[in-house]
């Protein structure tokens, strides 16, 4: 009997890819499973209509992301306000069950359009990143483990017709959280899942059993994290499995790529060494580039400074996969003065708790930096300006300007992208407006290197508008190639930019189906 695969985002056609975005529909017509694999935002599509922070707004959502094809058009499918809101009921489930593969957002974008009944498969680190950061982001920006009714309206105490408000408006949703390596159903079919190394942690590759044979996807990966043994695991359990077919990722394909997160640590220590101020940005919730990063502090004797939400996760995680944790001597959490702050007789900072965060005030009462002792500090404005030596701190484009101009960073201090340069055009121009603060403050240093990115030939020295020490989360050619040769079954690539380089080169020793956007593949 037939597997049928259809994505609706994560590829294009056979010319081109598209990357990230994923959403595929996967239906086992005799074991009898309907499920989504993933449901990701598709990045580059969205960024064609909308750029950040705007989006549609709640009761269009699901129009606008029907008819700009943001998400499928599927009945029964969607959260039950914004169905009713258009005057739509809400029938059975149309699907049985979605896997997530990990916590990114081209692939969980779409939990908030869903309906909270919906039985959701993934790790339970991927169920604590999505639950922290929908804790912060105030519940209804990200609504990825509970749905908040907006639309509903209901009678209230005193008989007038309301929005629902409070608890009875929540609806949590139905997570059932795996492990690695230990089997699950959707109706007959088993899937296994399997940790993979990636930039998030909770990442996971999957084998299935399906009634068209054996069939493995990568879900996101890499070989050069903190976490290779997972990735290599992964695969000798598919070459094991003698899988019949292989959906595989392919990312980054289109350049080569070299680098590990030691490598991280050991140029950014070079890079900060006898520097003044030293500041750096990186992906909020890449623990593993945090952890290289603290690392990298330590190895200089400064003290890596965090805002309270990375504070948070760190606190929630305790140390797993070998993150730093609060107490550390080397780890310090730093609250900017926000409306109402003041300074004390003595020129002190003293923060005003209503300007935070309810969950950013737990941070408010530890103890003051001294010197980098073994436990939980708060870093003052003052304390970076006076000191500017003894840190490297967490310096995100949205809050360079005042982080700054409350420093002043003396001479010869240095700013660190430790993230991927600009792939759209909102991101050109915030670059451009970075070197301009960075040229106001005395911290910018011209084009530079980029110190572990090499052109095709790897000899190719690639030139960056700025520092830039980064390693991506995904596979370089090489390395693709190298894995995909251990199997002989027929390969799907998905996630790429150009399929074509698994006709071509990376999988050319084996059969390669090219799968297309809403067309229907059947194994």
Excluded at 28 to 46: C, L
Excluded at 214 to 240: A, M, P, Q, W, Y
Excluded at 393 to 419: K, Q
Excluded at 443 to 449: E, L, N, R, S, T
């Amino acid at each position: 009997m037939p597997l049928e695969l259809t994505f609706y985002g994560g590829v294009d056609d056979y010319k081109q890819g598209e990357l990230g975005g994923v959403q595929l529909l996967v239906e086992d017509k005799e074991k009898k499973p309907r499920f989504f694999f993933d449901f990701g935002q598709r990045p580059d599509h969205t960024n064609d209509f909308y750029g950040f922070p705007y989006k549609a707004r709640s009761f269009q959502r699901l129009n606008i992301s029907e008819f700009l094809e943001l998400f499928p058009r599927f009945p029964n499918l969607y959260r039950h306000d914004d169905e009713a809101f258009r005057g739509n009921k809400v029938g059975e489930l149309p699907i049985d069950a979605l896997i997530l593969s990990h916590a990114h957002y081209d692939h969980i974008g779409g939990l908030n359009l869903l309906r909270d009944d919906l039985p959701i498969h993934t790790h339970s680190l991927s169920m604590y990143i999505m639950y922290l950061w929908q804790y912060m982001s105030g519940k209804i920006n990200n609504q990825f483990v509970d749905l908040y009714d907006q639309h509903s309206l209901v009678l209230d105490a005193t008989g007038e017709i309301n929005s629902v408000k409070g608890d009875e408006g929540i609806f949590p949703r139905d997570f059932r959280c795996f492990r690695s390596g230990e089997p699950f159903q959707i109706k007959e079919m088993s899937i296994t899942p399997y940790s993979v190394d990636h930039s998030v942690p909770g990442a996971c590759g999957f084998l299935w059993e399906t009634s068209a044979g054996k069939v493995g996807i990568s879900g996101d990966l890499r070989l050069r994290g903190r976490r290779k043994k997972d990735t290599e695991n992964f695969v000798k359990k598919l070459v094991e499995a003698n899988i019949d077919y292989l959906i595989w990722e392919g990312s980054l394909l289109h350049f080569d790529h070299e680098g590990t997160e030691e490598d991280v640590r050991d140029t950014v220590s070079e890079l900060i060494k006898n520097k003044s101020f030293a500041s750096i940005a990186y992906p909020p919730r890449d623990l593993d580039r945090l952890t290289s990063l603290y690392q990298a502090a330590k190895s200089t004797g400064r003290m890596l400074v965090v805002p309270p939400s990375q504070a948070l996760y760190l606190q929630q995680f305790n140390g797993i996969n070998g993150y730093p944790r609060l107490e550390n001597k080397y780890l310090g959490i730093y609250l900017p003065k926000k409306n109402k702050g003041r300074l004390d007789q003595e020129g002190l900072e003293k923060l005003a708790e209503r300007d935070y965060f309810y969950w950013e005030r737990r941070f408010l009462e530890l103890e003051r930096w001294e010197d980098h002792f073994s436990k939980s500090q708060r870093v003052s404005v003052e304390d970076l300006k006076k000191n500017q030596d003894k840190f490297l701190v967490f310096l995100p484009f949205g809050s360079m300007i005042d982080t700054l101009e409350e420093v002043r960073p003396a001479p010869h201090s240095i700013y660190i992208r430790s993230h991927p340069g600009p792939w759209i055009k909102e991101m050109e121009v915030q670059e451009e407006r970075q070197i301009e603060i960075l040229k106001a403050f005395g911290m910018y240093d011209g084009p530079q290197v980029d110190y572990l990115l090499r052109g095709n030939l790897l000899a190719e020295q690639i030139v960056k508008n700025m520092h830039q020490v980064h390693v991506t989360g995904h596979l370089n050619r090489r390395e693709t190639r190298e894995i995909l040769q251990q199997f002989n079954c027929t390969i799907i690539p998905y996630h790429c930019m150009d399929p074509r380089d698994f006709v071509n080169d990376v999988a050319k020793h084996t059969k390669v189906l090219i799968p297309e956007r809403r067309k229907t593949l059947t194994l």
